[in-house]
């Protein structure tokens, strides 16, 4: 529900190019982003343009922006659809790239909170149709992605978790060692690809949970190569109520800093604590993030590996013009 509209100017000429487009703030368990609609595909989106929309004090605020653009005509998805040989032309004229930046300016592979307050805003500009139950593909920087309208907001399909080193994953339960402000010293993590890095730290109480500072980046040694978002858990306990797994995260992303939710994190750190608490027979797990909460799933395939799907709310909070 849109609660106001505003117009923001902004003195940098990194924003002369966007000019009078309209744009949305929306969110989704706190993790906010700056929304474009672009269905020519002729806006130019910069770096310097990101990090001017995206700052908190002179700009519109937000942790990332996120472009709709239809994909036919984003260059970054021309050897996805290619290989999508069994997408018709009347499907790939349908779909649409959610092109992620981070606050940073820098571009994301994925964001799962992301895909939730997208698949919100192509309704609400009423580009696409969703009703309950019903699916829609979209496509990312990491592939191609599913959502499904469910009655607490939009279930995402988020493809299959890996670990970034097998072999250390599964000799240790770990592959590296994260140092942060407010611990006093280094404690292992595992490391998890959602299509995007995450590597995650088990702490045995929410007070060490709760003193950690993380508007600077943890320090991971060694760090993945593409960089790392970082995760802090703390299991519940018991850990299962009701036959699902409970967890509190709080989460530094990369190219971001502290966020107060991050989708693919709470997967990631979802199953991080399967691994090392073994409750592989637990499916379901509910995270708890300073922004909310979001429910993790994840499904057998019958190559032996899991799909994941991430379910929870998304909201526009306000629409403007960029003068």
């Not at 700052?55 to 996120?66: C, M, N, S, T």
């Not at 980046?217 to 978002?229: R, Y």
């Not at 979802?270 to 909460?293: I, K, M």
């Not at 395939?301 to 629409?319: T, W």
């Amino acid at each position: 529900m849109l609660r106001k509209a505003a117009t923001v100017a902004h003195h940098l000429s990194a924003l002369d190019a966007l000019s009078g487009a309209r744009f949305t703030k929306a969110h989704a368990t706190g993790n906010d982003f700056v929304m474009l609609s672009d269905p020519d595909g002729s806006l130019e989106i910069t770096p310097g343009a990101v990090r001017a929309l995206c700052d908190r004090h002179q700009g519109v605020g937000g942790d990332g922006l996120i472009r709709a653009v239809p994909a036919r005509l984003a260059a970054e998805t021309r050897q996805l659809l290619e290989e999508e040989d069994q997408l018709s032309d009347a499907e790939v004229e349908m779909l649409w790239f959610m092109d992620y930046w981070n606050a940073d300016g820098s571009v994301a592979e994925m964001c799962g909170n992301g895909v939730r307050a997208f698949a919100n805003f192509l309704i609400s500009e009423g580009l696409v149709e969703l009703a309950e139950g019903e699916e829609l593909p979209l496509v990312t920087r990491a592939g191609m992605r599913t959502v499904r309208r469910v009655p607490e907001g939009y279930a995402i399909g988020m493809g299959i978790w890996s670990f970034i080193d097998p072999e250390l994953a599964q000799a240790n339960a770990s592959d590296s060692l994260v140092i942060a402000q407010g611990l006093t010293d280094p404690r292992p993590a595992l490391s998890i690809s959602l299509g995007n890095p995450h590597t995650v730290v088990a702490l045995p109480e929410e007070e060490v949970l709760e003193a950690l500072e993380l508007h600077a980046a943890p320090q991971v040694d060694p760090v993945p190569p593409q960089g790392t978002n970082v995760e802090f858990v703390v299991p519940s306990d018991p850990l299962v109520v009701d036959g699902e797994g409970q967890v509190r995260m709080r989460v530094h992303e990369r190219g971001v800093g502290e966020t107060l939710s991050c989708g693919t994190g709470a997967c990631a750190a979802a199953a991080a604590v399967r691994v090392w608490a073994a409750e592989d027979g637990v499916d379901t797990w509910t995270v708890q993030v300073p922004g909310g909460e979001v429910r993790v799933r994840f499904l057998a395939r019958q190559d032996g590996a899991e799909d994941v799907e991430l379910s929870g709310p998304a909201e526009n909070v306000f629409a403007g013009t960029l003068a």
